[in-house]
């Protein structure tokens, strides 16, 4: 018995201590540093650009590099040198590689009578995007500019939408014609019609899409400038809060107004000599009539 006691004591102590050495081995070294991490996990980055355990947040995932940016500005200018200034105008764009997309003008010559007759000259012209602010510059130093606003529309994602809506429609229309080429049209004329008509409605949703694109492509390539020219005897004086210069620009404007109205009259007078010659004429010889009768009557 007690031989039978120390043996079976000897396994127990045996076996408690092959399982104190396998649970050692578990939470050796290894072990420990990794559980002194725990609190920072470390993520690695799968081929798809997703962390691995998180298929829902991204790593370092990139802007748009390239944005769709459309520009357009808003000009109003004046000018003394009406004929000279578009001359320049019309050499200023050729040498930033631009065009005249439409224009509008007025014919009739500045006189001193009124400025309602001045000419004046509207145009939308179309700029390379990194000339624009070139060109915009130099209109500062061919025109009196009043005026001058300028406009930024993002339509990255607008853009990249459709992109990739186009991109699906292709791929179904790639699809669509292998099925049609596979199918035999005697045999299964219904499903070949069927593939057809949807064929058709692909591609014209492709060209809608497309058009879309190219539309933007060139607002974004091509910067819209809107200028209007305006001819003028005097420049429009830049404002200006302080009250000494607007006491001194009200005496000049006051100065100019009354020259002008002088001239105004002037002009007026010698096209109305003629009519008031005449006048004149009548009003002396019914004087004379006058005086002849009465001098009759007398008689």
Same mark, same amino acid.
């Given at each position: 018995?007690?031989?039978?006691?120390?043996?079976?004591?000897?396994?127990?102590?045996?076996?408690?201590?092959?399982?104190?050495? $396998?649970?050692?081995?578990?939470?050796?070294?290894?072990?420990?540093?990794?559980?002194?991490?725990?609190?920072?996990?470390?993520?690695?980055?799968?081929?798809?650009?997703?962390?691995?355990?998180?298929?829902?947040?991204?790593?370092?995932?990139?802007?748009?590099?390239?944005?769709?940016?459309?520009?357009?500005?808003?000009?109003?200018?004046?000018?003394?040198?009406?004929?000279?200034?578009?001359?320049?105008?019309?050499?200023?764009?050729?040498?930033?590689?631009?065009? $005249?997309?439409?224009?509008?003008?007025?014919?009739?010559?500045?006189?001193?009578?009124?400025?309602?007759?001045?000419?004046?000259? =509207?145009?939308?012209?179309?700029?390379?995007?990194?000339?624009?602010?070139?060109?915009?510059?130099?209109?500062?130093?061919?025109?009196?500019?009043?005026?001058?606003?300028?406009?930024?529309?993002?339509?990255?994602?607008?853009?990249?939408?459709?992109?990739?809506?186009?991109?699906? @429609?292709?791929?179904?229309?790639?699809?669509?014609?292998?099925?049609?080429?596979?199918?035999?049209?005697?045999?299964?004329?219904? @499903?070949?019609?069927?593939?057809?008509?949807?064929?058709?409605?692909?591609?014209?949703?492709?060209?809608?899409?497309?058009?879309? @694109?190219?539309?933007?492509?060139?607002?974004?390539?091509?910067?819209?400038?809107?200028?209007?020219?305006?001819?003028?005897?005097?420049?429009?004086?830049?404002?200006?809060?302080?009250?000494?210069?607007?006491?001194?620009?009200?005496? $000049?404007?006051? @100065? =100019?107004?009354?020259? =002008?109205?002088?001239?105004?009259?002037?002009?007026?007078?010698?096209?109305?000599?003629?009519?008031?010659?005449?006048?004149?004429?009548?009003?002396?010889?019914?004087?004379? $009539?006058?005086?002849?009768?009465?001098?009759?009557?007398? =008689?």
């Amino acid at each position: 018995m007690k031989h039978t006691s120390t043996r079976l004591f000897a396994l127990l102590f045996a076996l408690l201590t092959l399982l104190a050495f $396998v649970s050692c081995s578990k939470s050796g070294p290894a072990g420990s540093a990794g559980n002194s991490d725990s609190s920072a996990p470390s993520y690695e980055k799968d081929q798809s650009g997703l962390v691995n355990g998180d298929a829902d947040v991204p790593i370092n995932a990139p802007d748009i590099a390239d944005r769709k940016i459309i520009k357009t500005y808003e000009i109003n200018s004046e000018t003394k040198e009406y004929d000279a200034a578009i001359a320049s105008l019309q050499q200023l764009v050729a040498d930033c590689g631009g065009y $005249v997309e439409s224009s509008s003008t007025s014919d009739k010559s500045l006189n001193n009578t009124s400025a309602a007759y001045s000419r004046y000259a =509207q145009y939308t012209i179309r700029i390379p995007a990194e000339r624009a602010e070139e060109f915009v510059g130099t209109v500062g130093t061919l025109f009196n500019v009043t005026s001058n606003n300028s406009y930024v529309e993002d339509v990255s994602e607008t853009y990249y939408s459709i992109e990739a809506r186009l991109e699906e @429609l292709q791929a179904e229309r790639d699809s669509l014609l292998d099925m049609m080429n596979a199918t035999e049209t005697k045999q299964d004329y219904s @499903l070949w019609l069927t593939v057809s008509q949807r064929l058709s409605e692909v591609r014209q949703e492709i060209a809608v899409y497309q058009g879309q @694109l190219n539309r933007y492509d060139s607002m974004v390539a091509y910067s819209t400038v809107k200028l209007s020219i305006s001819e003028v005897l005097n420049y429009t004086a830049v404002a200006n809060s302080s009250f000494g210069s607007r006491l001194g620009n009200s005496f $000049v404007e006051g @100065l =100019q107004g009354f020259w =002008q109205g002088v001239q105004n009259f002037l002009i007026w007078f010698v096209g109305a000599l003629p009519v008031l010659v005449l006048l004149a004429a009548a009003a002396v010889a019914v004087v004379l $009539v006058i005086r002849r009768a009465r001098r009759k009557r007398k =008689q």
